[in-house]
């Protein structure tokens, strides 16, 4: 059973479309996050979540919109790709937001814009 | 503006040796630390978290911290091959709420 599972792991799309990646988390976690690596392999947080309420909230365009139906789910939405958003998006998931929890990754989605 | 600042190699060490793995942050109040492994193309593995001045071990891993010096290692003993990957230094700082990464050091073992 994968702990954090993300879909789809590879996506390829035009500039201008829109996508959504979707995660789950069954490891029973409060919080749930989106982060981005870049091609030099920078892993920045986009987005954090705790019991469905966003707790963090980078610098990121709001193209980007993160909706968590419930504690278990963090989707992604995406509107108007733009060439620089291509990267790998990580979902990853921890038992609270104290600090004290280990962050748990899935497998990542692999984003390309043409 | 809070940073966590690695040497991104390559490190080569050859089979068997001791990899040391450096990383500082420049954040005080920073409270949780954490050591990651990358393999090319894979999601971040969890190798070690710490919370607490001086060494904690676990296997051929022994993370070191040093908050006077904002200063965090990892070494890894009788490395192997299959210890080549990217080391991802985190840090948890009160008030962010989540981790802050560094760029990562690679490590290449070799046989």
């Known amino acids: 059973d994968t702990a954090v599972s993300q879909t789809p792991k590879y996506l390829v799309t035009q500039m201008g479309n829109d996508k959504s990646i979707k995660c789950e988390q069954n490891?029973?976690?409060?919080?749930m996050y989106w982060y981005k690596q870049d091609s030099k392999k920078f892993l920045k947080i986009m987005f954090s979540?705790?019991?469905?309420?966003?707790?963090i909230n980078e610098t990121v365009p709001n193209r980007f919109s993160p909706k968590s139906p419930d504690k278990a789910h963090l989707n992604l939405h995406i509107n108007s790709l733009e060439l620089g958003d291509s990267a790998v998006y990580f979902c990853?998931?921890?038992?609270?937001?104290?600090?004290?929890?280990?962050?748990?990754f899935g497998e990542g989605s692999r984003l390309t814009v043409l | 503006q809070k940073e966590v600042e690695q040497n991104s190699g390559p490190l080569s060490v050859p089979e068997g040796a001791i990899a040391s793995l450096n990383c500082t942050y420049s954040?005080?109040?920073?409270?949780?630390f954490f050591w990651y492994r990358q393999y090319s193309g894979k999601s971040p593995e969890l190798i070690m978290s710490?919370?607490?001045?001086g060494d904690k071990e676990d296997g051929r891993f022994t993370a070191q911290l040093n908050k006077a010096s904002q200063y965090v290692s990892l070494l890894i003993r009788d490395s192997q091959p299959s210890d080549s990957a990217t080391y991802l230094c985190?840090?948890?700082?009160?008030?962010?709420?989540?981790?802050?990464f560094g760029k990562g050091t690679m490590l290449l073992v070799s046989p």
């Open positions: 954040d005080r109040v920073s409270q949780s």
């Open positions: 710490i919370y607490s001045n």
């Open positions: 990853a998931s921890s038992q609270d937001s104290s600090g004290r929890s280990s962050v748990f």
């Open positions: 490891l029973g976690h409060d919080t």
């Open positions: 979540y705790n019991n469905k309420e966003l707790i």
């Open positions: 985190a840090v948890f700082s009160r008030g962010y709420s989540t981790l802050t």
